[in-house]
C-alpha cells in the first residue's frame, strides 16, 4: 500500500530556533514530492523535488530530497511566528492521484 | 495566479440534509479533486476528475458524489449528511501532465448536527 509519513506530527519551538520536519514514503511509482504549508486557508505550495541530492531553497526554507532511502526535509532556519502552520508532504507517483502525509503542526512562539 | 474557488467557508447542515459543496477554477485545469482533511488523518481523497463529466473515486467516496458538468467547476455532494462527514473539504486543482502541482482553495468547514 502507497503512503507516505510525516514526522514529527506536531512541534512547539522558540523564534529563532531551526527546525527540520521529516516527510518519508513509500510508493510503487514516484514521480516527484511536494511541500505545502497551510495556515488558516488554502495550502500554499513551497517546493517540489524531484531528484536526489538538489537542494531547493526559498528564503529561510530548503529541501532535499533522498531517492535511495525515500525520504525528504524540510529545514526552516531562524523560525518566526508567521512559519506557524501545519506543513503538508505529498508524493506524486505519476497518474491523477497525490498522496499526502498527515501533516506536521509547526507553532513559533516568540 | 490560479484561483480556486470554494463557495462557503463556513457550513452547518443538519443530519439527513442534500449538501452542496461548490469549486471553481479559473486556469482551465484538466484535473480537479476533492479531500477531506481531518486532525491525525491528513489529506484524503474523496473523488477527482480528469475530464468534463468523467470522475474517479478516491480514497473514501462513500457517501459523496460528484458533479462536472464544465470544465471550470466541480461539485460535492453529501446525498444525506451524516455527523461523521463533519470535517474540513479541501478542492484541488491541477493542469494535467507531468510534474504538476495541486493549487487548493480555501476551504470548507463543514459541521453536521
Known amino acids: 500500500e502507497d503512503k507516505v509519513v510525516q514526522s514529527p506530527l506536531s512541534l512547539v519551538v522558540h523564534e529563532g530556533d531551526t527546525v527540520t520536519l521529516n516527510c518519508s514514503y513509500e510508493?510503487?511509482?514516484?514521480?516527484?514530492l511536494l511541500w505545502y504549508k497551510q495556515e488558516k486557508k488554502a495550502p500554499t505550495f513551497l517546493f517540489m523535488l524531484?531528484?536526489?541530492?538538489i537542494e531547493k531553497k526559498s528564503g529561510r526554507l530548503s529541501s532535499i530530497l533522498d531517492k535511495k532511502e525515500l525520504f525528504s526535509i524540510l529545514n526552516i532556519t531562524a523560525t518566526q511566528t508567521g512559519d506557524s502552520a501545519i506543513y503538508l508532504c505529498a508524493v506524486d507517483p505519476g497518474g491523477n492521484q497525490f498522496y499526502f502525509g498527515t501533516g506536521t503542526s509547526l507553532t513559533v512562539i516568540p | 495566479d490560479v484561483k480556486v474557488t470554494q463557495s462557503s467557508r463556513y457550513l452547518v447542515k443538519r443530519t439527513g440534509e442534500k449538501v452542496f459543496l461548490e469549486c471553481v477554477q479559473d486556469m482551465d485545469h484538466e484535473n480537479m479533486f476533492w479531500y477531506r482533511q481531518d486532525p491525525g488523518l491528513g489529506l484524503r481523497l474523496i473523488y477527482f476528475?480528469?475530464?468534463?463529466?468523467?470522475?474517479e473515486k478516491g480514497d473514501i467516496p462513500e457517501g459523496y458524489s460528484v458533479s462536472r458538468e464544465k470544465k471550470e467547476r466541480f461539485s460535492l455532494i453529501l446525498e444525506s449528511a451524516s455527523t461523521n462527514q463533519t470535517s474540513m473539504y479541501l478542492c484541488a486543482s491541477s493542469p494535467g501532465g507531468s510534474f504538476e502541482k495541486l493549487f487548493f482553495g480555501s476551504g470548507t468547514q463543514l459541521s453536521v448536527l
Open positions: 476528475s480528469y475530464d468534463v463529466k468523467m470522475k
Open positions: 524531484t531528484s536526489s541530492g
Open positions: 510508493v510503487t511509482n514516484f514521480r516527484s
